[in-house]
């Protein structure tokens, strides 16, 4: 027994910034932001919250897959920016969408988030506990990056994605994934408040580092740019595939320039791995099921389609996994 994806939906608040206007708040142009991240414009959250955003693309997730909110077992939600710690945004999903039979928890791994999301999804399905599994990756990045900090500022983006997986009789394939906690400074949040100075003007003005995400942007690109292929080439093996059998590699969207540099280390041609990020900067847990609910709208994923899937970011965390469309 095997977890297939049988549903997508996405949201992405109606505010979009774009590189001119964020180069009204920070010293930075358009053609750098370009040049160097391949980012034009991202969403930025108003009104909207993790569990807003989450709801709204569980919502379509499950239209597209033709199931009621009630048929859903375990919500999981994967971000960093949840709205509060208690309760969890799944929690409060489950109560927008209806999902009255669904355990719910969050989980908080960076970037990976959304993969290890469906990696767990993959397990409980594997163990016969679960048949139908909702799973969500949402954040408002906007709420705890540093908007004066134009070496992060300038790569993120809120939005979110959404998939059902249901147990299905295909091919089971294992999942790879890892954790390098001696590597855990390259990105933090140590302390956190909920707010940011351009949609959400706040009455206290909190300036300490501290409360923003912290980033060794460098580091972290050839983190990415060297794991992420190892770990890729690692799924494959581990699967018995060649990545000439792979039709499209969907990479966590962080810089333009990580998905190329691997796609030449992969020997794979760049039109195997699709991009949004131009449109949505990095929207970390995010980032992946927004692009697969978007391929899939537009019909470029077919059905039987070999995907691979990989994310990477704080922790250090990262993983592959295979899906099958
Ligand atoms: N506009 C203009 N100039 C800038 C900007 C900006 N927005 N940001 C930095 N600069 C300047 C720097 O001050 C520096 O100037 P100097 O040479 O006079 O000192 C120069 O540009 C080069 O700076 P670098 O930091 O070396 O620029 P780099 O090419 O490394 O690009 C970037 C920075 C875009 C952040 C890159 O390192 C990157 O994309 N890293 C990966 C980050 C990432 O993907 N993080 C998310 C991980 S996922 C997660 O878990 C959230």
């Known amino acids: 027994m095997t977890g297939k994806i049988i549903g997508t939906g996405s949201y992405a608040p109606a505010y979009i910034m774009d590189n001119n206007e ?12 370009r040049e160097r991240t391949g980012v034009a414009r991202r969403h930025i959250a108003g009104e909207e919250t993790v569990s807003s955003m989450a709801a709204a693309a569980a919502k379509a997730a499950l ?12 919500i999981i939600l994967a971000t960093n920016s949840p709205d509060a710690l208690i309760p969890a945004c799944s929690c409060l999903v489950q109560r927008e969408i209806g999902a009255v039979n669904a355990v719910c928890f969050d989980i908080t791994a960076a970037c990976t988030g959304f993969v290890l999301a469906y990696n767990t999804a993959q397990a409980y399905i594997a163990s016969g506990l679960y048949k139908k599994i909702l799973i969500i990756g949402s954040e408002t990045l906007s709420n705890i990056i540093d908007w004066s900090d134009r070496g992060s500022c300038i790569l993120f983006g809120d939005g979110a994605g ?38 959400k003007k706040q009455e206290t003005t909190y300036t300490s580092p501290e409360f923003f995400m912290q980033m060794d942007g460098q580091a972290v690109f050839k983190f990415a740019v060297s794991k992420v292929t ?27 320039r990580i998905v190329e540099a691997i796609s030449r280390r992969m020997k794979q041609p760049i039109e195997k791995y699709p991009m949004n990020l131009m449109d949505y900067g990095n ?26 899937i990989a994310g990477f970011g704080g922790g250090l965390t990262w993983g592959a996994s295979i899906i099958e469309w």
């Open 22 to 33: 964020l180069a009204t708040y920070v010293e930075t142009s358009d053609e750098w932001i």
């Open 63 to 74: 239209a597209d897959a033709k199931v009621e909110a009630a048929e859903i077992e375990l």
């Open 162 to 199: 959404a998939a059902v997986v249901g147990a299905s009789e295909g091919t089971y394939y294992t999942p790879v994934a890892h954790t390098d906690g001696s590597k855990a400074e390259a990105l933090t949040l140590t302390n956190r408040f909920v707010g940011n100075s351009i949609t």
């Open 230 to 256: 190892e770990v890729i080439g690692e799924v494959l093996e581990k699967n018995n595939r060649r990545p000439e059998e792979i039709d499209y590699f969907i990479l966590h969207q962080a810089n333009q």
């Open 283 to 308: 929207t970390s847990s995010a980032s992946i099921p927004i692009i697969l609910s978007e391929l899939g709208r537009d019909g470029t994923l077919k059905p039987g389609d070999r995907i691979v």
